[in-house]
Nanobody, 124 residues
């Protein structure tokens, strides 16, 4: 059974930083691409960042590029999202997801497994 467990969310002031972690189990972590998505109240789930199986290829949404960094540690079966210069509009539930394949995508249907999410709230 595949499990993805996010952690690291919380309340932070605008301009601050958070690092999200997602621990994976139940499948060979290093075989698959990983992604982070977010969903704010009343909005659709949107792509944030993704990383391929080796960590050599990354994608970012325009809204977070330059402020967020996605990385992975295949030895620890964990993917990270470092978020800096946080803005009010970054407030959302953040989900990690494991792709169907080793490559990555910005499209949610390309991801097979999802975590339960972790809340990130940015205050003024």
């Amino acid at each position: 059974q595949v499990q993805l467990v996010e952690s690291g969310g919380g309340l932070v002031q605008a301009g601050g930083s958070l690092r999200l972690s997602c621990a994976a189990s139940g499948r060979t972590f290093s075989d698959y691409g990983m992604g982070w998505f977010r969903q704010a109240p009343g909005k659709e789930r949107e792509f944030v960042a993704a990383i391929n199986w080796s960590g050599e290829v990354t994608y970012y949404a325009d809204s977070v590029r330059g402020r967020n960094t996605i990385s992975r540690d295949n030895a620890k079966n964990t993917v990270y999202l470092q978020m800096n210069s946080l803005k009010l509009e970054d407030t959302a539930v953040y989900y990690c997801a494991s792709a169907w394949a080793s490559s990555i995508s910005r499209i949610p249907v390309q991801y097979r497994y999802w975590g339960q999410g972790t809340q990130v709230t940015v205050s003024s």
